[in-house]
């Protein structure tokens, strides 16, 4: 089987990422073989993989190389699960700001620099950021500028800036601007008062009137940084730059509060008898399928991912709310925990192919199939609350994983009156019954087990394979 290179490497002509036999494998170029052996002669690379800061590689056989211009063939460890910064909380997004910023100081402190910020080269492993990109380090030349300064305040500075000044929501910007959120429209949503901040002042609006200032001019993009970032730069200045900016970063911050479902594990209607059994229900489903891989869809702040945990390697912990996705986070880090990845979803409108040619960033289903989905308390939401038939509901769930643990909450449930509170009830089909039918379209129904003290019911399924429609 021949190499299969990755949508989202193709840009850089040092190397690039890919696939064969199913192993990962990143191909280093003969054009970028003596930065390559400096970088790795340094003792940089070292001091990187022994922090767990960069991604570790082994030295692959250079037979296996995708094409002839190869001087090397590294086969990087694997990321269990790969994000988008569109899908982090706000506390995923500043360490990834700030693992760049460490980094980019370490660098320099042996000579070296980033040669560009992008938010797509971290990814977050063992519940901690981890750099991806082992061709971003060149030897700095002396005198030169950052040329990653304006990408890190794109990907990074403005983003934050607006979820902590503005609305967490406003993250979802990432998604129509995969080059990160211009400065000219972070510099118009900011609100007046951070022109008052030094951090947002400078590397935010004053570097948003600097490009402006370039661009009206017409002076080669090349040439679009501000003054100061076009003098020769000293060391000094460099990495005085990187604690400016980690300052600007470390200065943001949001509390996550007020949002409709964030308590809801803490505002439900299970006792603790029915909490119990469906816990150990989820368990004992989990334990008889030996899987490696589960998503939590509709993890809320993530009490059943911490429970398939205890059986499964990986869990990705799935909400639609900012709030529940950055509590998850924070518990994440404050407890060491790994094998959680808590991120951004809306069921209703999830991550699609984004992207040159669509291919550059893979929607949820591409990074699929999951071995297990937990759809605990969800399925009422997409139906009654979204107006889903359940038909389609099973389709979409059958094409992200090849086994179910689902939960039906009857119309009975207070949850699901308080969804149908205020507006009629057009839904005959949403019963047991009609739950049933819908899913077994998809799936074979292979457990049923009811939630005790409560009216809700667990089910174990298996996809049926699937078949494209008539």
């Known amino acids: ?70 001087m090397a063939v590294l086969e990087p460890e694997r990321v269990p699960f790969v994000s988008y910064p569109y899908e982090w909380s706000f506390g995923q997004l500043r360490d990834a700001a700030l693992l760049t910023l460490e980094l980019q100081e370490r660098a320099l402190a042996r000579g070296f620099t980033l040669r560009d910020a992008s938010a797509y080269n971290v990814q977050f492993v063992a519940g901690r950021p981890l750099f991806i990109d082992t061709l971003s380090f060149e030897r700095r030349e002396e005198g030169a500028p950052w040329a990653g300064y304006r990408q890190f305040c794109e990907h990074f500075l403005v983003p934050l800036a607006l979820m902590s000044r503005v609305d967490v929501r406003t993250a979802s910007l990432l998604r129509a601007h995969l080059e990160g959120i211009p400065l000219d429209l972070g510099s118009r949503l900011l609100p007046r008062r951070t022109w008052l901040r030094p951090g947002l002042l400078f590397h935010v609006h004053l570097h948003a009137m600097a490009q402006r200032r370039y661009a009206d001019r017409g002076v080669p993009a090349e040439s679009h940084k501000p003054v100061a970032a076009r003098r020769g730069v ?18 943001l911050d949001w509390t996550p509060s007020g949002t409709e479902w964030a308590d809801y594990t803490q505002d ?3 006792t603790p008898s029915a909490a119990g059994s469906k816990r150990e229900a989820v368990l004992g489903f989990l334990r008889g399928l030996g899987a490696r891989t589960t998503w939590d869809l509709g993890a809320n702040t993530g009490e059943y991912s911490r429970a398939a945990r205890e059986v499964v390697p990986n869990v990705v912990a799935f909400d639609l709310d900012p709030a529940a996705v950055e509590r998850n986070y924070r518990r994440v880090r404050a407890e060491g925990e790994t094998g959680i990845l808590p991120l951004l979803l809306d069921l209703t409108n999830p991550s699609p192919a984004l992207g040159w040619a669509h291919r550059e960033r893979l929607s949820l289903e ?35 994983g090849r086994h179910l643990i689902v939960e039906f909450v009857p119309k009975s449930d207070s949850q699901v009156r308080r969804l149908l509170r205020d507006r009629a009830d057009i839904f005959p089909d949403y019963t047991r019954e009609g739950f049933e039918a819908a899913f077994r379209t998809c799936f ?27």
């Not at 840009?11 to 970088?39: C, E, H, I, M, W």
């Not at 939630?451 to 429609?469: G, N, Y």
């Open 444 to 470: 074979r129904i292979e457990s049923v087990l009811p939630v005790s003290d409560s009216e809700r019911t667990l089910f174990l399924m298996s996809a049926l394979p699937w078949q494209p429609a008539a």
């Open 268 to 270: 439900n209607n299970y």
């Open 366 to 400: 591409e990074r699929g199939p999951a071995d297990v989905l937990l759809a605990l308390a969800v399925v009422h939401h997409l139906a009654i609350g979204h107006n889903l038939p359940l038909e389609r509901v099973a389709s979409f769930l059958a094409r992200l």
């Open 1 to 70: 089987m021949g190499a299969e290179a990755l949508g989202a490497s193709y840009r850089d002509p040092s190397g690039f990422v890919y696939t064969r036999d199913g192993t990962l494998y990143r191909q280093v170029n003969r054009v970028f073989q003596d930065q390559f052996k400096a970088f790795l002669d340094s003792g940089l690379y070292a001091e990187l993989e022994e922090r767990r800061l960069l991604v570790p590689h082994r030295e692959a056989p250079l037979e296996l190389a995708a094409t002839p211009d190869a």
């Open 234 to 251: 000293s060391a000094t200045a460099a990495a005085g730059l990187v604690g400016s900016l980690r300052s600007a970063v470390a200065s």
